[in-house]
Each structure stands twice: as C-alpha cells, then as structure tokens.
C-alpha cells in the first residue's frame, strides 16, 4: 500500500484529483512540491483573484490564482508525459522525462507568481511604469526568492529526475517569458517547451479557460482537451496537431474569444475598470513605496486584500486628500459605479488588415473620431472610450508566431496552421469598441455617431 504514501492530493473541480509530492516522501535535502505550493510567494496567490474584476459581476467566479497554478501544473504533467517521446525524437540532447516534466510543473506553478492586485490591470496601470510585466517581475522572484527552493526539487508524482540532473531556474524564467525572438543561446528542446507556456494552445490558457469557463457558469465542458493533447506531438518544426486534432484546436480558439466577450470584456466589467482605472491613478502614490524590484519583500505583502482592506479605512483619514481617495473607494466597494455603457460596436481584423492604422487602436483616435461627429453641443459631455482587444492568433510576424504546426496526413508534410482554411478563417484580432457615458440621455445620438464612423470608413489614420 506504499505507493499511496507516495504523494498528496487536492480535489480540483475542473481536472480531478491533483497529485504533488509531500516532504515525508522525498529523500533527505530534496525539497516536496508541497513546499513549493506552501511557499508564501506562492500562497500570496489565493487572495488575488483569477478574474480581475469579473467577480463583481460574476458571483460565482470567486476562484484565485492559486487554483489556477495548481490546475496548470497538472496540465504540465499531463502535456510532459504525452509529448517527451516525441520531444526526444526530434531534439538533441534533451534531459530525462523526470527532469524536463518537473521544470514544466514548476514553471506552470510559477507562471503567475509576479500577479498585483487586480492581475492584468495591474500591469497596464503600475508595473508598466518601471518597465515591468508580471512576467518579468515574477522572474526575477523565482531568481532572488526561489531558486534555492527550486534546484532541490528532484522528482515529481510520475518520475523522477537522474542523479546528475539539478533544475535549472533560469530555464523556468525562459519558459514563463513571453518570446523576444531571441533563443540564439538556448537548447532547441527548451524553445519547443516554451511553445507550451506562450504559444497558441498552452497549459497556461487551456486550465484558465476551462476553469474560468465553469467558475462562471458558461460551460461545464467548454472545450475537448483530451482530444487536443491526443493529436500533439513535437516534430522537426515544433509544437505540431494532426489534422484530427484541428477542429477540436478551432473550438477551443473560439471558446476563449467568446470568454472575453462574455466574461472579461463583459460591459459592467469594463465600467468597473474604467472606474477602477480613475481610483488607481490618485491611489498609486499612497499604496505602495515604489518599484516592486527594489521592495520585493514589501510586494509579497501586497494583495487585493491587503489593498482593498487599506483603502477601506481611508474615509476616516484625517488627511483630506486621502480621506477623498478613501470615500471614492467606499462608493467603488459598493458597486456604484461612474459609467455605464451607451453603445458598442466590433470590428474585426483579418490578416493584411492594418489594425495600427484605424482610429479604433487607440482609445485617443476612437474618442476625437465620435467627437467629431456629434453635435457641437453634445461634444463636451464627459464620456469614456473602451476599444477592448482580443487576440485570436498571433499573427504572421509576431514573436509569438511561428510556434505551432499542422500535420497533414494526405501529403505527410509539416504545414503552417493558417495553411489551413478552418484555421485560416479565425481572425487575428478583433475591437470591442464601447462608449461609456454616465446616464443613458444620449445614447441614441452616442450610437448614431458610431454607425456614422463606421459605414463612412473613417476609420483609417493614414492612406494605407
């Protein structure tokens, strides 16, 4: 009955049971995943939320990004063990399957440890003022807090590393960061795993589009993941899906797309950003000292809430600046909200369309352009301009392009996926463009506008 000593359990409702590797299970100086899991850099992640701000409007999508970085590592294991044959048939030099399965486990726990409150906004709207991403700053985490942790890690729940083998956390960075085009100086077998944490299916998206997709209660079952995982292997191209694998790679596309319409760009989600976006702006100063690379120990402790927790006291601030803040936070926490949505329109952009070069890229372009065309007395009213944007696929010569591959059965060749017609059809991208006003008085002239900006085609910048 030893073999279920072997490791412990966490009960997922979206993959199951997820095994990891206990301390009382490893050798002496080996470190558990379960002491990776404990760690606070990465238990910081259950009081962050997966979706943003969705949760507001979504009650039931209450998950964190802790679930989610359990749910990608089981993914990783369950990608490792499925394409190492493969993997070690077209690369050279490439590590046992015990070595390359725990790197990608721990670079999917790992891949979100530099998250803010908020997520994502938290990028647009503070670490990119120091120059940052979440994936950057969470790389140098794993570089000055978890590295040492890291190299004793030595076996996972289904194999385990050779004697000579030390995990590399350098090569965890490399996996987690989004491609530059420079992989010059790495192993070819590290640049095809990299396709599984930033390419066009990964285990990054595939967890949080079923798990987000059933925490929100838009579908139970959202894609086939199964048959995905069954018709990839690794060729002499890289990351590649058999043509029976397409369709089911179509849907999930698709699925994710129509997550961000319904879910992340839903039009009370974006208000409460929009909102947010204006309490952020005045807050920054006062909720944290300064570039979390030189506070990292400050940043650990800076979640939504802690946040939400601070900002709530400000009202009794006897600062008036901060109590001001603190009222505009106290009306934010009770769901009042400024703007409400007006009107909305979608463009969509195929390949060859210039997407730079309409006045929809840009909230700036996309707000003078309405302007214009409403009357001269409505031109002044206070208004928000949101061109929300999803991407389908990376397109043609993107960094992250490149990574993905079709076989075709009947000629046996390795082909582009956009070789394809079902894949070509998708979009590279497409604009939610809304118009968010503060009561619904003029909506019809605000929508009357729009169309005008639309069928005349004023929507190019340049000639082009």
């Given at each position: ?196 944490f930033c390419g066009l299916y990964t285990v990054d998206n595939m ?139 979608t463009i969509f952009f195929q390949p060859g369309q210039s997407e ?109």
């Amino acid at each position: 009955m030893s073999e279920f000593e072997l490791e412990s359990l966490s009960n997922d409702p979206v993959h199951g049971y997820i095994p990891f590797t206990s301390p009382e299970t490893v050798a002496k100086g080996e470190v558990a995943e379960r002491q990776m899991i404990d760690h606070p850099w990465i238990q910081r992640l259950r009081q962050i939320h997966q979706l943003q701000t969705a949760w507001w409007v979504f009650p039931a999508a209450e998950h964190t990004r802790f679930q989610h970085v359990l749910g990608a590592m089981h993914l990783a294991s369950r990608a490792a063990q499925k394409l190492y044959p493969s993997l070690h048939r077209v690369c050279d030099d490439v590590p046992s399957l015990g070595y390359v399965e725990t790197l990608m486990r721990m670079a999917a726990l790992l891949h979100d440890v530099g998250h803010g409150p908020f997520g994502h906004f938290f990028d647009q709207h503070f670490l990119a003022d120091y120059g940052l991403t979440h994936e950057t700053l969470g790389s140098e985490i794993i570089r000055r807090r978890l590295a040492d942790l890291l190299v004793g890690v030595r076996r996972n729940p289904n194999s385990r590393m050779d004697d000579h083998e030390r995990l590399d956390p350098e090569q965890i960075c490399f996996l987690i960061t989004r491609p530059t085009g420079a992989t010059a100086q790495q192993p070819q077998w590290l640049c095809f795993l990299q396709s599984l944490f930033c390419g066009l299916y990964t285990v990054d998206n595939m967890d949080f589009v079923l798990r987000d997709a059933y925490m929100s209660g838009y579908s139970t079952r959202a894609f086939d993941l199964a048959r995905i995982l069954y018709y990839t292997s690794f060729t002499e191209k890289g990351l590649t899906i058999h043509e029976r694998g397409l369709a089911a790679l179509v849907r999930f596309i698709a699925v994710r797309a129509d997550l961000f319409r319904a879910i992340y760009f839903h039009r009370t989600v974006r208000a409460i950003d929009l909102t947010l976006q204006d309490l952020f702006a005045e807050s920054k100063p006062f909720l944290f000292p300064g570039n979390p690379l030189e506070h990292l120990d400050d940043y650990l402790h800076l979640t939504e809430w802690s946040l939400l927790v601070r900002v709530a006291s400000w009202q009794n601030s006897t600062d008036p600046t901060i109590q001001e803040l603190g009222e505009g936070w106290t009306r934010f926490l009770g769901r009042n909200v400024r703007w409400k949505m007006a009107c909305e329109r979608t463009i969509f952009f195929q390949p060859g369309q210039s997407e730079q070069a309409s006045i929809f890229s840009d909230h700036h372009l996309f707000e003078a352009a309405i302007r214009g065309q409403l009357p001269a007395e409505l031109r002044g009213l206070p208004l928000r301009f949101d061109p929300a944007r999803h991407v389908h696929r990376p397109g043609a010569h993107a960094p992250a392009a490149g990574q993905n591959f079709l076989y075709d059965s009947v000629t046996q060749r390795i082909r582009r996926l956009d070789d394809r017609e079902l894949f070509r059809q998708i979009p590279l991208s497409y604009r939610l463009c809304r118009i968010y006003a503060e009561d619904s008085g003029h909506n019809a002239e605000l929508a009357a506008a729009m169309d005008r900006l639309m069928s005349d085609r004023v929507d190019d910048v340049t000639n082009m």
